[in-house]
């Protein structure tokens, strides 16, 4: 019969139940929002994106014109020079300046606030910028090696660091939002003894299981489109997306991720539990996919962990559909495959699990 | 002879050890209010919710108007209303929008006016669900177990937790689907309500019928009799001519209790020790037998215990 | 005190037998201590390896050949290079694409000859040696990578110059971190401070006002003030456990650092440190009071206390340093009483990285302490489910 109508019936139930949830509605919707926000004003956007990202002091003990304008000329920050030292490191510690160099002769002293783990080698390699300038300028001599940097893109398009960053929030605002709304689902509704009751409905829990998640596909995108709209609005996003690709993206993504939600119910039963440890694999997912700090920089056992979870490939997908990294399109589709086929087994066969008899 | 609607024959389900539900065999005629009453734990749910389809049932079998399938089928539900013990909706889903999501699940479904209107729940139609009172929230959970128009409707405990009032005004509603000619089965652990409802009365204990009949029929087969309940102005020693009456029995503190046949000849025997005892007899109530008694006859175990 | 030690042990029976208040109080910091530190661990060591995909246009001849030399040094067993060598560069750059190399060195056809000029005859007018690095925009380590590669290259121009020129002035530089003093500083100690500091915050954001709010919602407050108990004394209490559950926290955190994760810093257990450590404890734990007060729901609360909990926590510096945010950003920070909590505990492990006396850093927690009291007195009725 009326499958259509038993379909519409239970959309349009817990569509309103789910947008009368305003518990539901802060977490899938305005939850990424504070990510952005958090991130996208630490990593600047492209909103404060000159190229020069650092602004550094320079204070010279034997004042020379000409190493002030080679420094000023080559070095890649802004430079601003320092009449005395005292100035400069008072700068320094304001945080005016990232760094202040001191540079004497034969010594070039790097002073500089600590405090977040890349400081140290970004100084270091810094360190090492200023002293080839300073040193080509003392001595007068020309490089015999010359580099130019190539920036590449896919399509020649060059992405910032944000367009990175943002297709990582994007990735995760949708895991996050696939995997709480079935532990949501199945974990709270049986509990509270509602799937018992739909299940003595001559309906089918196929049509169930399809009406019901549908409804949270559908928050997905809305989530995902108000962190993109959000991100073009405030930060001014270069992303280009390719969006029929990009919804596919989304669709099976959401897909995986109601899978891994299913799982942790099945392993832990209890729905707290379960929700529990949704939070630490989000969290631990975070920082291992490569999407807040580069995974090429973890450890070994770490980036292989990381093969094992869904965020380092959305993450992958994601880019690949906004023009930032480039995989076959066999790939391509062999990823959302076993996205799409391993998410909806598990979520098929627990459906029928939390639905059937005991 | 009215048609079966339901028949259940040996039914079995066990959890481990504990034969919960331990070869039950009854039938439901079409129109007929059928109380399955019994104390937590006799099997009463569990033999419901198989029936339902809720649960697997280890063996034995149940047919349903006339047809007996493997596992219950959707044109079985159909005809089918439900209400489950733990009655959750969706919490943020209106009365009127509750009526209206379960009535959609259905081919045919009543209007969810008519219901409300039924149920007595048009003050309350735009309230969520999560606002409802207990009362209320029993009242939604029966109109939502006759959304389908059904032939046969499960009421599992639908009045535990209630005040008396909300019980009585629910009792009504329930009375009402008789009237519409709907077969009922309620499960209960109140006597009263299983006394004012049912047509026919099954009492479960420990996954077993230990008894079945009309009311009538379960207290005939008890006593005939009544109960002379009395206070005594003193309170130590019972005279011993007393205790030898058969079937004395203290009921609480200086409260005793004797099963009769004749009233009078009964009230006759105890004045004459009074007065040979030199004592008064206080509070004398004279009381027919209830189900209580004979659940206690039965088991030896109060309902409540 | 009988009627103290039952009502005490009543709560703590209760909260201890709850898995979620034990695992985000108690548990989760650890987890993420080990978490960060693992994932970090290889980070400010520096033994990651970029993957450097090289194309040769030509075979080294004469003088060239130092490149040679100096690529063999770079990519050995503990050179920071990985190299492999493709014919093609569209070839290469493809493999870059793909992330299958962070970055890729083209070296064309001509350049062992120009190298060989340019050193030969000053001035030859055949002009520097061209080199082209390709890098993938946007993908941090591939920024890196070819800042690394940018500085090798660098490095051999510094070096043919010195060995033909005998009055070379050399430079040293050196690293002049303001922030530790001259002290060693490591960044497990750095992340155990910001998870000891976030084991409080959840404490004081989730599980102090949403017991409160929810033994309201449920009644228990009701019930319990129809005993003798007196709404102070069971307030008092309930802090008690509260701050509890924060103190065997701590515990935690440091038996872990201390047994599992071998850190011994004697900083961290002086006075003053564990004196900051009670002071920022009873910070927060008044802010959680405050927030149960001024939330009515309990569903408006769970979200209230998420918000609260990222802005003490990302935007309070625990993780990042204040001072590379954004002005606009910055000034939220500058309220934020965890901004000062962790730089007060990072100060006694000798880090600093807020400009500000110590005894300044007081100031801005002081004031949400006293107000947080204040506004939790006048509206404590309310909460504790009495008008």
């Given at each position: 019969m009326s499958k259509s109508k038993q379909f519409k019936t239970i959309f349009k139930a817990f569509a309103i139940e789910s947008l009368r949830n305003k518990l539901e509605v802060f977490f899938t919707i305005f939850f990424p929002l504070i990510f952005l926000v958090i991130f996208g004003a630490l990593y600047g956007g492209n909103t404060f994106d000159d190229t020069p990202d650092m602004r550094i002091g320079v204070y010279l003990t034997e004042y020379s014109a000409e190493l002030e304008s080679a420094l000023k000329e080559n070095l890649p920050y802004y430079v601003n020079v320092y009449d005395d030292l005292d100035s400069m490191n008072k700068a320094v510690k304001d945080g005016d300046i990232t760094a202040g160099v001191a540079i004497s002769e034969k010594k070039i002293s790097i002073l500089y606030v600590e405090g977040d783990m890349q400081k140290n080698s970004e100084m270091s390699m810094m360190g090492n910028i200023v002293e080839n300038v300073v040193e080509k300028s003392v001595n007068n001599f020309t490089d015999v090696i010359e580099v130019t940097e190539i920036p590449e893109g896919i399509d020649g398009k060059v992405a910032s660091d944000f367009d990175y960053l943002l297709?990582?929030?994007?990735?995760?605002?949708?895991?996050?939002?696939?995997?709480?709304?079935?532990?949501?689902?199945?974990?709270?509704?049986?509990?509270?003894?509602?799937?018992?009751?739909?299940?003595?409905?001559?309906?089918?829990?196929?049509?169930?299981?399809?009406?019901?998640?549908?409804?949270?596909?559908l928050m997905s995108y809305i989530s995902?489109?108000?962190?993109?709209?959000?991100?073009?609005?405030?930060?001014?996003?270069?992303?280009?997306?390719?969006?029929?690709?990009?919804?596919?993206?989304?669709?099976?993504?959401?897909?995986?991720?109601?899978?891994?939600?299913?799982?942790?119910?099945?392993?832990?039963?209890?729905?707290?539990?379960?929700e529990t440890a949704g939070s630490i694999l989000m969290t631990f997912m975070m920082f291992i996919s490569g999407i807040f700090f580069p995974e090429n920089m973890l450890p070994e056992a770490m980036k292989i962990v990381a093969y094992f979870f869904p965020l380092k490939y959305t993450g992958l997908l994601i880019r690949y559909t906004t023009g930032m990294a480039d995989i076959s399109l066999g790939t391509f589709i062999l990823i959302n495959v076993i996205f799409a086929v391993g998410g909806i087994g598990l979520v098929a066969l627990t459906s029928k699990k939390f639905l059937s008899t005991t | 002879m009215s048609e079966c609607v339901l028949k259940v024959t040996d039914l079995k389900k066990r959890y481990g050890e504990v034969r919960a539900v331990d070869g039950i065999s009854f039938e439901v005629k079409k129109g007929d209010v059928l109380a399955i009453l019994g104390p937590n734990g006799a099997g009463k749910s569990t033999t419901v919710e198989m029936i339902e389809g809720l649960r697997k049932k280890d063996s034995g079998e149940i047919e349903y108007f006339g047809e007996k399938p493997v596992h219950i089928t959707k044109e079985v539900k159909e005809r089918m209303g439900v209400q489950l013990q733990k009655s959750a909706f969706l919490d943020n889903l209106t009365v009127k929008e509750t009526l209206e999501f379960f009535g959609g699940l259905y081919k045919k479904a009543l209007k969810s006016s008519e219901l409300i209107d039924m149920m007595s729940l048009g003050e309350k139609q735009k309230s969520k669900v999560k606002n409802l009172s207990g009362g209320q929230l029993q009242r939604l959970a029966v109109a939502v177990s006759i959304v389908n128009d059904p032939d046969i409707v499960f009421l599992d405990e639908p009045t535990t937790g209630l005040d008396p009032q909300a019980r009585r005004m629910l009792w009504?509603?329930?009375?009402?689907?008789?009237?519409?000619?709907?077969?009922?089965?309620?499960?209960?652990?109140?006597?009263?309500?299983?006394?004012?409802?049912?047509?026919?009365?099954?009492?479960?204990?420990?996954?077993?019928?230990?008894?079945?009949?009309?009311?009538?029929?379960?207290?005939?087969?008890?006593?005939?009799?009544?109960?002379?309940?009395?206070?005594?102005?003193?309170?130590?020693?019972?005279?011993?001519?007393?205790?030898?009456?058969?079937?004395?029995?203290?009921?609480?503190?200086?409260?005793y209790s004797l099963p009769t046949e004749d009233v009078e000849k009964t009230l006759s025997i105890i004045f004459n020790i009074s007065h040979?005892?030199?004592?008064?007899?206080?509070?004398?109530?004279?009381?027919?037998?209830?189900?209580?008694?004979?659940?206690?006859?039965?088991?030896g175990r109060s309902l409540r215990d | 005190m009988k009627k103290f030690f039952s009502f005490f042990t009543g709560l703590i029976k209760n909260d201890f037998r709850d898995f979620q208040t034990i695992f985000w109080a108690v548990i989760f910091p650890v987890v993420l201590f080990i978490i960060f530190s693992s994932i970090f661990g290889g980070f400010s060591e520096g033994d990651f390896k970029v993957r450097v995909g090289l194309v040769k246009e030509e075979e080294f001849t004469g003088l060239g050949a130092i490149l040679d030399t100096v690529l063999t040094q770079v990519s050995g067993e503990n050179g920071p290079l990985i190299i492999t060598e493709y014919d093609d560069v569209d070839e290469a750059v493809a493999q870059l694409r793909r992330d299958k190399q962070d970055v890729v060195?083209?070296?064309?056809?001509?350049?062992?000859?120009?190298?060989?000029?340019?050193?030969?005859?000053?001035?030859?007018?055949?002009?520097?040696?061209?080199?082209?690095?390709?890098?993938?925009?946007?993908?941090?380590?591939s920024e890196i990578s070819r800042d690394i590669v940018v500085q090798i290259m660098n490095g051999v121009n510094t070096e043919i110059e010195k060995r033909q020129n005998n009055d070379f002035q050399d430079y040293a530089t050196q690293l002049d971190p303001v922030s530790s003093e001259g002290q060693s500083f490591s960044y497990d100690v750095y992340y155990l401070l910001s998870v000891l500091l976030m084991s409080y915050i959840i404490v004081s954001v989730f599980n102090m006002p949403m017991g409160l709010l929810e033994a309201k919602e449920k009644g228990t407050n009701k019930k319990i003030f129809s005993t003798p108990i007196s709404p102070l004394f069971y307030f008092s209490t309930y802090l008690l456990k509260t701050a509890l559950v924060g103190v065997l926290s701590t515990a935690v955190v440091y038996l872990y650092a201390g047994f599992i994760s071998g850190i011994n810093d004697p900083r961290l257990y002086s006075p003053q440190f564990i004196g900051v450590l009670l002071f920022s404890l009873a910070?927060?734990?008044?802010?959680?009071?405050?927030?149960?007060?001024l939330v009515k729901k309990f569903t408006t609360l769970i979200g209230v206390s998420q918000i609260a909990n990222y802005l003490f926590m990302f935007l309070g510096g625990l993780w990042f340093p204040v001072i590379s945010f954004p002005w606009a950003?910055?000034?939220?920070?500058?309220?934020?009483?965890?901004?000062?909590?962790?730089?007060?505990?990072?100060?006694?492990?000798?880090?600093?990285?807020?400009?500000?006396d110590f005894s300044g850093l007081f100031l801005v927690p002081l004031i949400w302490l006293i107000g947080s009291i204040v506004i939790f007195f006048i509206k404590f009725k309310r909460v504790m489910g009495y008008e």
């Amino acid at each position: 019969m009326s499958k259509s109508k038993q379909f519409k019936t239970i959309f349009k139930a817990f569509a309103i139940e789910s947008l009368r949830n305003k518990l539901e509605v802060f977490f899938t919707i305005f939850f990424p929002l504070i990510f952005l926000v958090i991130f996208g004003a630490l990593y600047g956007g492209n909103t404060f994106d000159d190229t020069p990202d650092m602004r550094i002091g320079v204070y010279l003990t034997e004042y020379s014109a000409e190493l002030e304008s080679a420094l000023k000329e080559n070095l890649p920050y802004y430079v601003n020079v320092y009449d005395d030292l005292d100035s400069m490191n008072k700068a320094v510690k304001d945080g005016d300046i990232t760094a202040g160099v001191a540079i004497s002769e034969k010594k070039i002293s790097i002073l500089y606030v600590e405090g977040d783990m890349q400081k140290n080698s970004e100084m270091s390699m810094m360190g090492n910028i200023v002293e080839n300038v300073v040193e080509k300028s003392v001595n007068n001599f020309t490089d015999v090696i010359e580099v130019t940097e190539i920036p590449e893109g896919i399509d020649g398009k060059v992405a910032s660091d944000f367009d990175y960053l943002l297709s990582g929030i994007i990735s995760i605002s949708m895991l996050s939002a696939g995997m709480f709304s079935v532990i949501n689902l199945f974990g709270r509704y049986k509990k509270t003894g509602v799937l018992s009751r739909i299940s003595v409905t001559p309906i089918n829990p196929s049509t169930f299981l399809l009406s019901s998640t549908l409804v949270r596909l559908l928050m997905s995108y809305i989530s995902v489109f108000i962190v993109i709209l959000v991100s073009f609005v405030m930060f001014n996003a270069q992303l280009e997306f390719q969006w029929i690709l990009f919804i596919i993206v989304v669709l099976t993504s959401t897909i995986a991720m109601m899978g891994y939600g299913i799982l942790l119910l099945l392993i832990f039963k209890k729905p707290e539990s379960a929700e529990t440890a949704g939070s630490i694999l989000m969290t631990f997912m975070m920082f291992i996919s490569g999407i807040f700090f580069p995974e090429n920089m973890l450890p070994e056992a770490m980036k292989i962990v990381a093969y094992f979870f869904p965020l380092k490939y959305t993450g992958l997908l994601i880019r690949y559909t906004t023009g930032m990294a480039d995989i076959s399109l066999g790939t391509f589709i062999l990823i959302n495959v076993i996205f799409a086929v391993g998410g909806i087994g598990l979520v098929a066969l627990t459906s029928k699990k939390f639905l059937s008899t005991t | 002879m009215s048609e079966c609607v339901l028949k259940v024959t040996d039914l079995k389900k066990r959890y481990g050890e504990v034969r919960a539900v331990d070869g039950i065999s009854f039938e439901v005629k079409k129109g007929d209010v059928l109380a399955i009453l019994g104390p937590n734990g006799a099997g009463k749910s569990t033999t419901v919710e198989m029936i339902e389809g809720l649960r697997k049932k280890d063996s034995g079998e149940i047919e349903y108007f006339g047809e007996k399938p493997v596992h219950i089928t959707k044109e079985v539900k159909e005809r089918m209303g439900v209400q489950l013990q733990k009655s959750a909706f969706l919490d943020n889903l209106t009365v009127k929008e509750t009526l209206e999501f379960f009535g959609g699940l259905y081919k045919k479904a009543l209007k969810s006016s008519e219901l409300i209107d039924m149920m007595s729940l048009g003050e309350k139609q735009k309230s969520k669900v999560k606002n409802l009172s207990g009362g209320q929230l029993q009242r939604l959970a029966v109109a939502v177990s006759i959304v389908n128009d059904p032939d046969i409707v499960f009421l599992d405990e639908p009045t535990t937790g209630l005040d008396p009032q909300a019980r009585r005004m629910l009792w009504e509603k329930i009375e009402n689907l008789k009237v519409q000619g709907k077969t009922v089965i309620i499960t209960t652990h109140y006597m009263e309500e299983a006394e004012v409802l049912a047509d026919e009365i099954i009492i479960f204990d420990h996954g077993k019928i230990i008894a079945r009949g009309t009311l009538q029929e379960l207290l005939d087969s008890v006593s005939k009799g009544k109960y002379v309940e009395f206070s005594l102005d003193k309170v130590d020693g019972i005279p011993e001519e007393l205790k030898k009456i058969e079937g004395f029995k203290e009921i609480e503190k200086n409260r005793y209790s004797l099963p009769t046949e004749d009233v009078e000849k009964t009230l006759s025997i105890i004045f004459n020790i009074s007065h040979k005892e030199n004592f008064y007899i206080e509070n004398i109530t004279i009381r027919k037998m209830n189900l209580e008694d004979v659940f206690l006859v039965l088991t030896g175990r109060s309902l409540r215990d | 005190m009988k009627k103290f030690f039952s009502f005490f042990t009543g709560l703590i029976k209760n909260d201890f037998r709850d898995f979620q208040t034990i695992f985000w109080a108690v548990i989760f910091p650890v987890v993420l201590f080990i978490i960060f530190s693992s994932i970090f661990g290889g980070f400010s060591e520096g033994d990651f390896k970029v993957r450097v995909g090289l194309v040769k246009e030509e075979e080294f001849t004469g003088l060239g050949a130092i490149l040679d030399t100096v690529l063999t040094q770079v990519s050995g067993e503990n050179g920071p290079l990985i190299i492999t060598e493709y014919d093609d560069v569209d070839e290469a750059v493809a493999q870059l694409r793909r992330d299958k190399q962070d970055v890729v060195l083209q070296i064309p056809d001509g350049t062992s000859a120009k190298i060989t000029s340019e050193i030969m005859i000053k001035n030859s007018q055949v002009g520097a040696a061209n080199l082209n690095v390709y890098y993938f925009g946007g993908n941090q380590f591939s920024e890196i990578s070819r800042d690394i590669v940018v500085q090798i290259m660098n490095g051999v121009n510094t070096e043919i110059e010195k060995r033909q020129n005998n009055d070379f002035q050399d430079y040293a530089t050196q690293l002049d971190p303001v922030s530790s003093e001259g002290q060693s500083f490591s960044y497990d100690v750095y992340y155990l401070l910001s998870v000891l500091l976030m084991s409080y915050i959840i404490v004081s954001v989730f599980n102090m006002p949403m017991g409160l709010l929810e033994a309201k919602e449920k009644g228990t407050n009701k019930k319990i003030f129809s005993t003798p108990i007196s709404p102070l004394f069971y307030f008092s209490t309930y802090l008690l456990k509260t701050a509890l559950v924060g103190v065997l926290s701590t515990a935690v955190v440091y038996l872990y650092a201390g047994f599992i994760s071998g850190i011994n810093d004697p900083r961290l257990y002086s006075p003053q440190f564990i004196g900051v450590l009670l002071f920022s404890l009873a910070v927060m734990l008044s802010i959680g009071m405050m927030m149960a007060v001024l939330v009515k729901k309990f569903t408006t609360l769970i979200g209230v206390s998420q918000i609260a909990n990222y802005l003490f926590m990302f935007l309070g510096g625990l993780w990042f340093p204040v001072i590379s945010f954004p002005w606009a950003i910055r000034w939220i920070t500058y309220v934020l009483p965890t901004t000062y909590l962790i730089e007060m505990m990072r100060r006694l492990i000798g880090l600093t990285t807020l400009q500000m006396d110590f005894s300044g850093l007081f100031l801005v927690p002081l004031i949400w302490l006293i107000g947080s009291i204040v506004i939790f007195f006048i509206k404590f009725k309310r909460v504790m489910g009495y008008e």
